[in-house]
Antibody, heavy 120, light 108 residues
Framework: QMQLVQSGAEVKKTGSSVKVSCKAS????????LHWVRQAPGQALEWMGW????????NYAQKFQDRVTITRDRSMSTAYMELSSLRSEDTAMYYC?????????????WGQGTMVTVSS | EIVMTQSPATLSVSPGERATLSCRAS??????LAWYQQKPGQAPRLLIYGASTRATGIPARFSGSGSGTEFTLTISSLQSEDFAVYYC??????????FGQGTKLEIK
């Protein structure tokens, strides 16, 4: 079955960077866009950006434009989200998700989430 | 950017009763609206897409309606496993894809 498996929890210092991975299986990696969504504790879902695995094209939410980089390794069917200049407000669960054509572009497959904790 | 507004923030309903959750878009999103359910410690799960189509495996007690700017998620007879947080999301005008702030459905 289609699934996304993310890397484990991270604890980072303020000002540092974190890189989270998302490995796809059960489908052709290059056939589906891959999005990143975060959720601060007790807060709503927030879209961060997306990548087209076929050619590596990316687009980022304006809020994260200067701090986030999304990449992919086609040979590993894996996407990565790197967030730099971390601050305490970046403490959140980070999810990867992929939209399906069969569901008109809604996000039907989600990773299990990666908790990133930022402290000084 | 399209802003999605959900109401109420918290809804208290007894098991077996009907729950009605609302979502409003700041401009038309046609029928490109999804509903997700999220339980504590879990990733969101797609319930409804295209405003009214249930995703695979979603029970018939979940139904969605609306188009344009006004949408509703109805759960006809609440089961214990339905108490969770529900989010709406528009995927009509992107980027960005935007979510509502969520409605917490709690046991009365």
């Amino acid at each position: 079955q289609m699934q996304l498996v993310q890397s484990g929890a991270e604890v980072k210092k303020t000002g540092s960077s974190v890189k989270v991975s998302c490995k796809a299986s059960g489908y052709t990696f290059t056939y589906r866009y891959l999005h990143w969504v975060r959720q601060a504790p007790g807060q709503a879902l927030e879209w961060m950006g997306w990548i087209t695995p076929f050619n590596g094209n990316t687009n980022y939410a304006q809020k994260f434009q200067d701090r986030v980089t999304i990449t992919r390794d086609r040979s590993m069917s894996t996407a990565y989200m790197e967030l730099s200049s971390l601050r305490s407000e970046d403490t959140a669960m980070y999810y990867c998700a992929t939209p399906g054509i069969a569901v008109a572009g809604a996000f039907d497959i989600w990773g299990q989430g990666t908790m990133v904790t930022v402290s000084s | 950017e399209i802003v999605m507004t959900q109401s109420p923030a918290t809804l208290s309903v007894s098991p077996g009763e009907r729950a009605t959750l609302s979502c409003r878009a700041s401009q038309s999103v046609s029928s490109n609206l999804a509903w997700y359910q999220q339980k504590p410690g879990q990733a969101p799960r797609l319930l409804i897409y295209g405003a009214s189509t249930r995703a695979t495996g979603i029970p018939a007690r979940f139904s969605g309606s609306g188009s344009g700017t006004e949408f509703t998620l109805t759960i006809s007879s609440l089961q214990s496993e339905d108490f969770a947080v529900y989010y709406c999301q528009q995927y009509n005008n992107w980027p960005p894809w935007t979510f509502g702030q969520g409605t917490k459905l709690e046991i009365k």
